[in-house]
């Protein structure tokens, strides 16, 4: 059976790309928030995300639906 590591962080999202050239852009925790991470979509592309102890904020550029825990949104609503 395999343990579930310490630390692994926080939520977890998904993002769908409907567009190509979607950026998704992961920002730093601490005193200065800094670009850390950024990854590009092409439409029907998916990327799952997690805030960790490292990322604090994610940043998506781009039409895109993301589901969280909370539901989906889509950025042309």
Do not use: W
């Amino acid at each position: 059976m395999c343990e579930k590591p310490n630390n692994t962080g926080g939520d977890y999202i998904v993002v769908k790309a409907l567009d190509n050239g979607v950026t998704i852009i992961g920002l730093t925790r601490g005193k200065d928030t800094k670009f850390h991470h950024s990854e590009k979509l092409d439409k029907g592309e998916i990327m799952v995300a997690q805030f960790t102890e490292h990322t604090s904020a994610i940043k998506i550029r781009g039409k895109v639906e993301v589901l969280t825990k909370n539901g989906k949104m889509r950025t042309d609503e």
